[in-house]
């Protein structure tokens, strides 16, 4: 991913030295599947692909793990962007309902990933609260509450008579276990460990230069000169996608991370659940096993290879400020970690999976909204299926071309 995706020193790739590193490309081969990108959903794509023994090969033009995958703050949520009154314009409501199920559908599968091969990662689940602070938004709030509460999720609602929290709320859905938060960086690099381990074969510093439909499959031809021949090839290149196809995939936008020094408490901050407000662009907080705080939000439209410098500092310095405000028991709530990254969205908040209608060889596994990683394992999941001939129904709500006219 290039510079112009990703800003500034990133907490989750700093923190840590790199587990392993993986060799480049140094001859042609082929494969049933090729996956492109090796952040966290080309590994989540590897580690289902392996599984079920299907041979695999992914290539990542950079580093592991040292795209978006290593700025996204890790709320795994079962929630959607927006509330599932807003997104009945899309889809109607048992849909976004279910879309929620299969949030908690992905986060278990997590847990059990976990569960099999050992939390490298500081995987935690958590409550997670969708807040308002204007009064005039309250109905809004509940409703959303009532409609969760009927479709069988676990949800309290809160207002200011109940509310735990040390910062203004007037209404809030708060969800128990409704979501999990991991470090997404270790989380990558262990799934990779894990596939290998299965026969998946992966290279870095190995970009994709050219991509060739053929009869019975596809074609890659890496910036080396090396080609890698597969039955698939399936995008995992998050934003940077833009060089394989030509559809538009959302709408970008820059969204800024800060992450504090660690905190000796979290007072005001109930059981260190995941917060998002209703703003628009809306707010999202969490902690680390590290003790530290991160906000993020403040965005702004995205343009390509532009870096504002002065315009992240001010978005810096909002997030500080709104921590401070919002926790005012907590000490010494000081900035160590700033950056930022594109960030693209759809209509009704959820990624692209399955098939490009054109070209059969061609396939997207495109985290696009807030829930990346938990749609990323829905594919993992979907399209190691597919490509044994089963063919999910929930393949439908991630279609492609679900938007063309
Ligand atoms: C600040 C921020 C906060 C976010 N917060 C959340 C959150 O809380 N929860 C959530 O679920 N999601 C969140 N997201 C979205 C999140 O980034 C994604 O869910 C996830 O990290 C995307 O991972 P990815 O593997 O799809 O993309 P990336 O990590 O960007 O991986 C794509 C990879 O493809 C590689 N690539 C591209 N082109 C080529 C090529 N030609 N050849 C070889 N390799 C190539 C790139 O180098 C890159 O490493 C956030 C995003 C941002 C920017």
Redesign the pocket.
Known sequence: ??LH??QGQALFTHTHPIPRQYPYLTENLETDIII?????????LGYYFSKANIPAIL???????????????????YELDSNARELEKYMPLEKTLHAYHLGLKALSEIDAFIKEKGNTCHFEWKDTLLYTAKQTEVCEMEEEYTIRKKGGLEVDFLTTTNNPFSFDLKGGVYAHKGGAQLD?FLY?HHLLKVSCEQGLKVYEN????ELHYLPDGVEVI??YGYTLKGKKVIL??????D??TTRNLGVKT????IATQPVSSFEGWHNKVLIRDNNDPYH?F?TTSDHRLLA?GEDIPFHTGIFDEKTAHEKYTILLAQLKTMFPHIPHIELDYA?????ASTPDNLGFIGEDPKHKSLWY????????????ILGGMMLSKLYQGEVSKDLELFKVNRFDG
Do not use: W
């Not at 995992?236 to 996608?241: N, P, Q, R, S």
């Not at 950056?339 to 960030?343: I, K, L, R, S």
């Not at 596994?365 to 990323?376: E, K, M, Q, S, T």
């Open positions: 991913m290039g995706y990703v492109i990108g090796g952040g966290v959903t080309g590994s989540i290539i990542e033009k950079h580093r592991i793990g040292h795209g978006s995958t290593s700025i996204t703050t890790s709320l795994l949520q997404p990558t190995t970009q994709v230069r890496t910036s995992a290149t998050g934003y940077d996608t060089s394989f820059v969204t800024y991370n999202y969490r993020g950056y930022c990254g594109a960030f596994c495109l985290g696009y909204g807030a829930n990346g990683i938990l749609f990323a």
